[in-house]
């Protein structure tokens, strides 16, 4: 379409186009309702279909079954940095964190402030995050493990998921949220703020085992319960009913694309001629380690900073946008999710060639 850049922002990022003009299209007379989502009652017939689909949708692309329940609340996923202590941990056994970046020590120091036991059992803080760590043991009596499955600041990505036996895995994967496919039996609950691979901000995706809901008790904060908003398919207060009405349609373009295996295929071409573009170049330097780079955040430097000033700026004048590190680190971030065409990214890749040639 004209007059659409091609979007590298970390999230709130690009969304399907498809995904876009069928929201258009349905926005002020929702399929003949005579009224738009934003204005519909949550508690409507309409509503309920419109939820019940998204619910739906969200299992089917990985498959998950009746065992486990698809909430979606708000709060983003900083919300679940304490819903997740606040839920699944028990008394005498303590909650352990990988700690890979900023957003894994954020959710370590909600627990911490939420005084429930916790213990850190890796981190890769020595080397700026550039990694993920690999050596470590799981004390099996945990409440549960916590990882970050991909870094958005970093541009690191876990490529296997540990072995946690009886200890439930929970993965905050706000970043990489079906980008790939993955063994849904390892995971005892993820999470992830819509904003990056599944829709817009303001809504986050929570997926849980069934028999982790028996672990919420009666005196969470309401708004934090998953027991209660489980009960409640989500409603139990007023939801953010455009968001969740675009994550349903954002998982029905993922299926129509032909399935999580094609999206993943796909995904996996964009990172590789990307990071190729990279390896093949004295005047870039991808920050992650080779077998931790993410397929979603790649980040890199350039030979100096007025360099990299002048890339964003160039890049944006090229209609290539979103493409400035986080502020944190500084560099270049190109986010490439789902949602990216591989053509953004091809467009990207020549790009970076000409500005070599010119300023290398
Ligand atoms: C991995 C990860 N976790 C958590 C967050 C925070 O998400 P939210 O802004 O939805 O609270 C982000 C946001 O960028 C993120 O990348």
Request: charged share 25%; hydrophobic share 40%; glycine share 8%.
């Amino acid at each position: 379409m004209e007059n659409r850049v091609y979007n590298f922002n970390p999230g709130p990022a690009t969304l399907p186009l498809p995904v876009l003009q069928k929201a258009q299209e349905e926005f002020l007379n929702y399929r003949g309702e005579g009224l738009s989502v934003l204005e519909m009652s949550h508690r409507s017939k309409t509503f309920d279909d419109i939820i019940n689909r998204a619910v739906e949708s969200t299992k089917k692309v990985m498959g998950y079954g009746d065992d486990h329940t698809v909430l979606f609340l708000q709060g983003g996923a900083t919300a679940q940095f304490a819903a997740v202590p606040l839920n699944l941990a028990l008394k005498g056994k303590p909650a352990l964190y990988v700690n890979t970046g900023s957003w894994s020590k954020k959710a370590i120091a909600e627990a911490k402030k939420l005084g429930i036991e916790h213990k850190v059992i890796a981190s890769s803080e020595d080397k700026n995050f550039n990694y993920i760590p690999r050596d470590f043991e799981i004390d099996p009596n945990a409440s549960y493990l916590h990882i970050t499955s991909n870094n958005t600041i970093f541009g690191t990505q876990w490529k296997e998921y540990p072995d946690t036996g009886e200890v439930p895995l929970v993965a905050d994967m706000s970043s990489d949220i079906y980008c790939r496919k993955y063994d849904i039996t390892k995971f005892g609950v993820i999470y992830a703020g819509a904003q990056k691979n599944a829709g817009p901000a303001g809504v986050a995706i929570v997926i849980i085992r069934n028999d982790l809901l028996e672990r919420s008790h009666d005196d969470i904060p309401t708004i934090l319960n998953y027991k209660i908003y489980a009960e409640k398919n989500s409603l139990y207060n007023t939801p953010n009913c455009f968001g969740i009405y675009i994550v349903g349609m954002v998982m029905d373009w993922i299926l129509e694309q032909g399935g999580i295996e094609k999206i993943e295929q796909v995904n996996q071409k964009k990172a590789q001629i990307l990071y190729e573009a990279l390896d093949n170049s004295d005047f870039y330097r991808p920050t992650a380690e080779p077998d931790s780079r993410s397929i979603m955040n790649v980040t890199f430097r350039l030979p100096d900073e007025d360099l990299e000033k002048k890339f964003v700026a160039e890049a944006n004048e090229a209609g290539l946008v979103g493409l400035k590190g986080h502020r944190s680190v500084g560099g270049i971030r190109a986010s490439i999710y789902n949602a990216m065409p591989l053509k953004g990214v091809q467009a990207l890749v020549s790009f970076m060639k000409d500005f070599e040639k010119k300023n290398g």
